[in-house]
């Protein structure tokens, strides 16, 4: 509900609101089209991630049994580098690249296939993080798209309409009042001509 009193200053006030308002409002259209795309965009490299990972993990699975004989510390993630991307005003996150750090062993007393599945580990986690990147990024721009949608509607269905119809009643009012001013003035200028 939007608060007005009965005056000019008041409609003024209500019919700037109202104005900026409707200046706004294809903007924040805009921006929710905007969102709209980009999380599809996202959910969609986000499964393809999620394929890549599961076909990567499906054609190791001849080699997993081997991973017993892995030593967990030999590969450490020693950085993840990330920037921040703006995507319609919401800040998302980017992966730059992983840092790895490969422990120092002996080839002579590992098993040979050792240096292969280090470099298959870190496909694996480097799928694995582009994946959760992405998520993360579908999560931030729905959430946004989310608000702006909201906005969208407070603007068309309540604000735009209540500023509309307040403007409409003070006008009235107005209208109104100054008809009884007309009306009373002739009243009093016919009683003076009659008294006359």
Do not use: H
């Amino acid at each position: 509900m939007i608060k007005f009193q009965y005056n000019k200053t008041s409609l003024q006030g209500l019919d700037k609101q109202l104005k900026m308002r409707v200046r706004a409002l294809p903007t924040i259209k805009n921006k929710e089209s905007a969102l709209r795309s980009e999380v599809k965009k996202a959910k969609q490299v986000a499964d393809e991630f999620s394929v890549k990972l599961e076909e990567t993990l499906n054609s190791l699975n001849d080699m997993l049994q081997l991973y017993d004989e892995y030593k967990e510390d030999i590969l450490v993630v020693k950085d993840v580098r990330m920037s921040v991307k703006k995507i319609a005003g919401v800040k998302t996150p980017v992966l730059d690249g992983v840092d790895y750090e490969v422990k120092d062993f002996s080839l002579f007393n590992q098993p040979g296939w050792l240096l292969d599945g280090v470099e298959y580990i870190k496909k694996v986690v480097s799928i694995a993080l582009e994946r959760e990147f992405f998520a993360r990024k579908m999560e931030l721009l729905d959430k946004a798209r989310k608000k702006t949608t909201q906005k969208v509607n407070l603007y068309e269905k309540v604000q735009i309409p209540g500023y509309q119809e307040a403007i409409r009643k003070i006008k009235r009012f107005l209208e109104d009042e100054e008809n009884l001013s007309k009306s009373s003035q002739k009243i009093v200028k016919t009683r003076k001509l009659m008294e006359e």
